[in-house]
């Protein structure tokens, strides 16, 4: 009973990230069946509307199940602590905001189990073709509803819990950048969030009530939902991703013993790259028929994100420049974070050429691109982050050593897993299908064992987490010699009710 | 926590509460906004209509330019209508009117309502094409097993950019047989 009753950021915190864990086995499980279709040609393991609900219902799962609620239990963790509050400012509200998230993954899993099964037209849902789902339609909207509020009430809580609750002297520019850039992330959610359940609410009353926003038909346009869904989605990528830049930002100056460079710098490269978000979204469009004006705007606002993200990677490097720098693992995931984000990146710009997009659009180019800025982006921020803080979280050490080779074997298999996608994307194989053409053959096989291996490993992240969480050599309350900021000021554990009385702020 | 951080508490969240709902209103204003914006810039393939006698004191027929206009006709995902051009392609001249027809079979037992929605390729050349009777502009019922011969007439704008030799006009055909019903 004390967990559901819970009011305790550490609590809600905590269901939180464990909730994500599940829910990235579930996930992983999918995904694991997608490689294992596509491991040869031909169709070998299951039906192709199966195959097509597990990319879709993977990317649901993976995006509002797993990387936002373990973001959400991150910050539900930590900006109490960083920013010396004694809880979140809407305790209630918290407890609210995470109790509906089992609810909304199992209408979404149920659908599974109904006639005409899981959603298989593509997270984006586009219609025609996601109007076409059988019973489990209006499930897979109202869980799409409840995952948007329950992340729109978090966010609201996280917002007024910094601007209301920073202990005095706590000015905004002293924030650590994690609290920063999850205080932007947050009026991005806030922002975005209710555009996505207007979109689906039209996709909602279209199939069920006769509206005809998307039927052209009755002088709708289909088009327009990728317009609208866009304006959602294209914020949502960096939703996914800023926090992970806050990550990073506290992880680096730790194990390289210096101050972070270029602080204020961050704060405004995060700031602009919250306001570009929301004019660049027709770049997924590309190939919709738009002018040339339209393709060039478009193309330039997008390459424009390129400068506060470089910003970023450069302020990350000066900050290990002339360190003392030692590898322990959260350290290796936030170095392996940035030289593969990096890549992620790189790959967008070339994804953001307009002419050269149209030959990219749709192939597993995009789909290289986008996991190593989702997976070796915000799920390793968020590893090395678990890394970093259990220690503090839990009074525990994790195992040094298991930690290291989870790190080596996860990054190894990731790049066998992903690399060889942007092969076959320029080469023409497009995605989400289940069969390909025999030429394909030989990238698709190392890709799905590079697949099976990095499913395999995160086997030992659970571990890892589940024997620290038990036990383990007692750290002490600075746990990292280079950590600098409030929550080290505690001890580990950190007592179940912090900072009731307001720390004193250089 | 004490009361006066509970009550600022309260009233932050109703600010950004307010602006969550603001924006899911948002969403909706999208759906005029981008019908305006298609309508002001000509995007979406979008064809005109335009009354006939308003052609005669406008247009001035330029015989000495002469473009294709092709006709394609599709049909809508579970729509069995027999649906085509009577003829595929013609030689016009803008500014003058030309008349053609679209042919229509309904091959099943049950009578139906079908709407045809039009779409002009490229882009850019479809606020130049308007038409001053179409079987498009109302919806189109069919009896079982009726067949029916549907006139266009039309009118290429002579100020279609001189670039564009070649105009499609594709018609999709959707059964709405249930919406009409209703």
């Known amino acids: 009973m004390r967990w559901v009753t819970t009011t305790n950021h550490k609590d809600i915190g905590t269901l939180y990230l464990l909730f994500a864990l599940v829910m990235f086995?579930?996930?992983?499980?999918?995904?694991?069946?997608?490689?294992?279709?596509?491991?040869?040609?031909?169709?070998?393991?299951v039906d192709p509307q199966f195959f097509n609900s597990m990319t879709t219902v993977h990317a649901l799962v993976m995006i509002f199940g797993a990387v936002m609620p373990a973001f959400t239990g991150l910050a539900n963790w930590l900006v109490p602590m960083m920013i010396g509050a004694p809880d979140m400012a809407l305790p209630r509200l918290n407890n609210f905001s995470f109790w509906i998230l089992p609810f909304a993954f199992t209408l979404l899993l149920s659908t599974f189990f109904m006639d005409g099964g899981g959603p298989a037209g593509g997270w984006t849902l586009y219609p025609p073709l996601s109007l076409q789902m059988g019973e489990g339609f209006p499930f897979l909207i109202f869980a799409i509803h409840l995952a948007g509020i329950s992340s729109i009430m978090g966010s609201i809580n996280i917002v007024v819990t910094v601007l209301n609750m920073r202990a005095p002297g706590m000015t905004l520019m002293k924030m650590p950048l994690f609290v920063w850039t999850w205080l932007i992330t947050a009026y991005l959610l806030i922002a975005t969030m209710p555009v996505l359940a207007g979109a689906v609410t039209m996709l909602l009353t279209d199939k069920f009530a006769g509206?005809?926003?998307?039927?052209?038909?009755?002088?709708?346009?289909?088009?327009?939902f990728q317009h609208i869904f866009w304006f959602f989605g294209h914020p949502e990528v960096y939703i996914l991703i800023l926090p992970a830049f806050g990550i990073i930002s506290a992880i680096i100056p730790t194990f390289a013993r210096k101050p972070l460079f270029g602080y204020s710098s961050m704060v405004y490269a995060t700031a602009s790259i919250a306001f570009l978000s929301f004019i660049v979204w027709a770049h997924h469009m590309f190939t919709v028929g738009m002018p040339v004006v339209g393709e060039l705007f478009f193309m330039y606002a997008t390459m424009m994100i390129a400068v506060p993200t470089g910003v970023k990677v450069f302020n990350w490097v000066s900050t290990m420049w002339k360190g003392a720098m030692t590898f322990e693992t959260p350290m290796l995931f936030a170095v392996g974070f940035i030289i593969m984000f990096t890549?992620?990146?790189?790959?967008?710009?070339?994804?953001?050429?307009?002419?050269?997009?149209?030959?990219?659009h749709d192939t597993y180019f995009v789909v290289a691109h986008f996991h190593y800025v989702l997976v070796t982006g915000a799920i390793y921020?968020?590893?090395?982050?678990?890394?970093?803080?259990?220690p503090k979280w839990t009074g525990n050490m994790y195992d040094e050593k298991l930690g290291q080779i989870h790190f080596w074997v996860s990054t190894v298999s990731v790049n066998v897993l992903f690399f060889p996608q942007h092969f076959l994307g320029l080469a023409g194989m497009p995605r989400r299908i289940p069969d390909y053409s025999v030429q394909f053959t030989d990238w698709n096989v190392i890709s799905s064992v590079g697949g099976f291996v990095f499913g395999l490993s995160q086997l030992l992240f659970a571990y890892v987490v589940i024997k620290c969480i038990r036990g383990g050599e007692k750290v002490d309350d600075q746990v990292w010699e280079g950590?600098?900021?409030?929550?080290?000021t505690l001890s580990s554990p950190p007592p179940y009710h912090s900072f009731t009385e307001a720390p004193q702020i250089k | 926590m004490?009361?006066?951080?509970?009550?600022?508490?309260?009233?932050?969240?109703?600010?950004?509460?307010?602006?969550?709902v603001a924006m899911f209103g948002f969403g909706y204003l999208l759906v005029p906004l981008y019908d305006v914006f298609c309508e002001i810039t000509g995007l979406n393939g979008k064809t005109g209509r335009i009354d006939e006698a308003a052609v005669v004191a406008r247009y001035q027929p330029d015989l000495a330019r002469s473009v294709t206009v092709q006709f394609v006709a599709n049909n809508n995902l579970g729509m069995p209508w027999e649906f085509g051009p009577v003829v595929a392609s013609m030689q016009v001249h803008p500014g003058k009117i030309y008349s053609t027809a679209f042919k229509a079979r309904n091959p099943t037992t049950r009578d139906m309502v079908g709407q045809a929605v039009p779409s002009v390729a490229p882009g850019k050349a479809s606020r130049y094409f308007n038409k001053t009777e179409c079987f498009c502009f109302s919806q189109q019922p069919l009896a079982a097993g009726e067949t029916k011969e549907m006139p266009l007439r039309f009118i290429v704008d002579p100020n279609l950019p001189k670039d564009v030799g070649t105009l499609t006009l594709a018609y999709t055909v959707f059964d709405v047989t249930q919406v009409a019903v209703n």
């Not at chain 1, 992620?344 to 030959?359: K, N, R, T, Y």
């Not at chain 1, 921020?381 to 259990?390: E, G, K, R, T």
């Open chain 1, 25 to 45: 086995f579930v996930g992983g499980a999918m995904a694991m069946v997608i490689r294992a279709e596509l491991f040869q040609p031909g169709l070998q393991v």
């Open chain 1, 211 to 224: 509206t005809s926003f998307f039927s052209a038909a009755g002088g709708g346009d289909p088009v327009m």
């Open chain 1, 343 to 360: 890549i992620g990146g790189f790959s967008g710009l070339m994804l953001a050429i307009a002419p050269a997009d149209f030959q990219y």
């Open chain 1, 381 to 390: 921020s968020i590893m090395a982050a678990a890394y970093y803080w259990l």
């Open chain 1, 483 to 488: 950590a600098d900021g409030l929550e080290w």
């Open chain 2, 2 to 20: 004490n009361e006066g951080l509970q009550q600022k508490n309260g009233r932050s969240f109703l600010r950004v509460g307010l602006v969550a």
